[in-house]
């Protein structure tokens, strides 16, 4: 019998876990299995997922933000279905291929008119990557500037414009720069007035924290940019593509980036996708010779399948009205959970823009809460959250998560496609898991038998790979 996909789910489906654990991450599998995560996802729609046992769920998180669309869109998938029933010659390599060109025009129609020119790869970090390399090319210098508590990618040049020392760690020397804390306009002008930083690299909207720029502050940082000769990149990794209700959010600041670097939504979460788009003046700093047009590439960066769900993914994000999808419900979203605020002073605020939302706790003043909150805090800084995203999870079926910032917050990044009601099961799902939350002992419990049940499967696991090897 020839090869059958479709068999081969169906016969293996539940085996998740234990492959990954083998040949994977045992590591992340044991997080999952620890918080209660371990779920079998079956399938997936607009905002919804469908474990194996047909249980819904609200997914709140989209995959990181990939899932902007909605999951499983169909006029992505009809694009994709299309291109491989065409039988395109895919990847030919020597030669420009029209998918790519049209993607390319539509990319540029879509950004203001000093951004022409477009480069193809296959995630944010590798559009992070370019963007570090051609800022070098096009300038002559070294160094980078990057904000604390970004997040840019965890590849090596990445690496080098993010903070977060646990990210760093083990992984050798980076590339030269400096960090500034956002609002220290003083330091970045000290920084960028010794006039070797080829870019200044910026999330306009943080993803991880969600905190807004002080006023004038991006503003700022173009003028001292252009000032001392630096390109400004802005990672819209996150953020590009409608996220927070603009198609980019370097808009809301009146910014006029040289740089961006854009990937996650634009395939509709189908397949790797990912763009940096910049001057054609930086562009041309790159591929300045003949015998230097790939100087800068990668094999799968034009291909047919992410070339076709990014012109679908633009087309849905016209014609069913995207960005003002992603402002309201976002807005209705962040004032539905401020709603609570009065009934839970361990919530401190929800804040975003569009359909990038971070929910940050606090410690509250006194009593049986501050106790519970104290406790839980001195374990682990990210533990209260936790005990909040866990039962979110197993008594609502809400998918969220801890982002991997050092203060208490959640953070949303739902399908653009959520409806009120899902805002409401949203709201009252948070209502009644932060109800509880003083009653430590409930989701500790879980977490403790989660931990407990994983240890025992290792156990039972190692007690396996002995008989084997005896
Ligand atoms: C702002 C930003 N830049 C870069 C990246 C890296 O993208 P990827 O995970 O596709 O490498 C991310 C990923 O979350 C991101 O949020």
């Known amino acids: 019998m020839g090869f059958d996909i479709t068999r081969l789910i169906a016969d293996r489906v539940g085996e998740n876990y234990e492959l990954h654990e083998k040949y994977v991450n045992p590591t992340l599998v044991d997080v999952f299995r620890t918080i209660g995560f371990d779920r079998v996802y079956a399938r997936g729609e607009g905002a919804y997922l469908w474990d194996d046992t047909g249980a819904q769920y609200l997914d709140m998180l989209g995959g990181f933000g990939v899932a902007a669309i909605g999951r499983n869109n169909p006029v992505v998938a009809g694009a994709i279905r299309d291109v491989l029933d065409m039988d395109l010659p895919n990847m030919v390599q020597m030669d420009c291929a029209l998918l790519s060109g049209l993607l390319a025009e539509a990319l540029v129609e879509r950004t203001p008119d000093h951004l022409d020119a477009v480069y193809f790869c296959n995630s944010g970090t590798e559009a992070v990557e370019a963007s570090l390399k051609f800022a070098r090319a096009a300038t002559g210098r070294d160094r980078f500037v990057h904000f604390r508590g970004g997040w840019h990618g965890l590849t090596l040049g990445s690496l080098s414009v993010m903070g977060g020392d646990e990210f760093r760690e083990g992984f050798g020397h980076l590339l030269p720069g400096d960090e500034v804390a956002v609002g220290d306009l003083e330091h970045l002008e000290r920084v960028l007035a010794r006039e070797d930083a080829a870019a200044v690299i910026?999330?306009?909207?943080?993803?991880?924290?969600?905190?807004?720029?002080?006023?004038?502050?991006?503003?700022?940082?173009?003028?001292?940019?252009?000032?001392?000769g630096t390109l400004l990149i802005c990672d819209e990794v996150a953020t590009g593509y409608g996220r927070t209700g603009t198609m980019f959010a370097f808009e809301h600041f009146g910014l006029e980036p040289d740089i961006i670097a854009t990937s996650k939504a634009l395939s509709g979460g189908y397949v790797p996708v990912a763009a940096m788009i910049c001057r054609r003046e930086v562009y041309s700093a790159v591929f300045n010779r003949l015998?230097?047009?790939?100087?800068?590439?990668?094999?799968?960066?034009?291909?047919?399948?992410?070339m076709a769900a990014g012109l679908a993914t633009l087309s849905v994000l016209d014609d069913g009205d995207m960005l003002r999808r992603s402002a309201e419900q976002g807005r209705a979203l962040v004032d539905g959970i401020n709603g609570l605020r009065g009934r839970h002073e361990v919530l401190k605020e929800a804040r975003g823009l569009g359909c990038l939302v971070a929910i940050e706790l606090q410690q509250p003043s006194g009593g049986a809460k501050?106790?519970?909150?104290?406790?839980?805090?001195?374990?682990?800084?990210?533990?209260?959250?936790?005990?909040?995203?866990?039962?979110?999870?197993?008594?609502?079926?809400?998918?969220?998560?801890?982002?991997?910032?050092?203060?208490?917050?959640?953070?949303?990044?739902?399908?653009?496609?959520?409806?009120?009601?899902?805002?409401?099961?949203?709201?009252?799902?948070l209502d009644e898991v932060l109800s509880r939350s003083h009653r430590i002992p409930g989701p500790m419990i879980e977490m403790g038998r989660n931990a407990m049940k994983a240890r025992l499967r290792g156990r039972s696991r190692a007690r396996a790979g002995e008989a084997v090897a005896q």
């Open 202 to 228: 910026v999330e306009c909207l943080p993803g991880h924290s969600v905190t807004l720029p002080p006023d004038g502050f991006l503003g700022d940082v173009q003028r001292l940019c252009r000032a001392y």
């Open 291 to 306: 015998d230097r047009c790939w100087v800068h590439s990668s094999s799968f960066g034009r291909n047919n399948l992410a």
């Open 370 to 429: 501050k106790v519970a909150w104290d406790a839980v805090h001195a374990m682990h800084e990210s533990l209260f959250p936790q005990l909040v995203v866990m039962p979110l999870l197993s008594r609502h079926h809400i998918i969220t998560q801890v982002t991997g910032t050092h203060d208490p917050i959640i953070r949303l990044m739902p399908p653009f496609v959520i409806s009120a009601d899902d805002i409401r099961w949203f709201v009252d799902a």
